[in-house]
């Protein structure tokens, strides 16, 4: 598993726990930048993971407006968390960092998608990101 897997693995952690549980993002991302300067193994994912999870703090408002815009008949609060949290992580790849290509992005989302979600969040999830990234 490539490090930036292992970081989208970690970003979605971190978004989804802030989401569910309302737990302070800040508090969050500090036990996980703590947890990572005691395993050199998860350094490189986690420079990625806050890279990702800033990103959407950072761009949050634009971000849920295309998901909202783009996912058909459904409102943020009426998704899955696991899927809100995977469309925001993947829309931030899409729309603000160059240096990963849309295809990607959608496809480690529609993975962690079907991996921790519903049996339809894979396509669900895959048709939101695909009209996010032919707008963008």
Sequence with gaps: MSARTKARKRALDILFQ????????????????????????????????????????????????????????????????????????????ILYNDEVPAAVAIDEAVELAKEFSTDDSGSFVHGVLARIARAS
């Design 18 to 93: 802030a989401d569910v549980r309302g737990d302070e993002i800040g508090t969050i991302l500090a036990a996980e930048a703590k947890r990572a300067a005691n395993e050199p193994a998860r350094q490189a994912s986690w420079l990625y993971a806050r890279e990702i999870v800033d990103g959407v703090i950072d761009n949050r408002d634009a971000i849920d407006e295309q998901i909202t815009t783009f996912a058909k008949d459904w409102s943020l609060a009426r998704m899955p968390a696991v899927d809100r949290a995977v469309l925001r992580m993947a829309a931030w790849e």
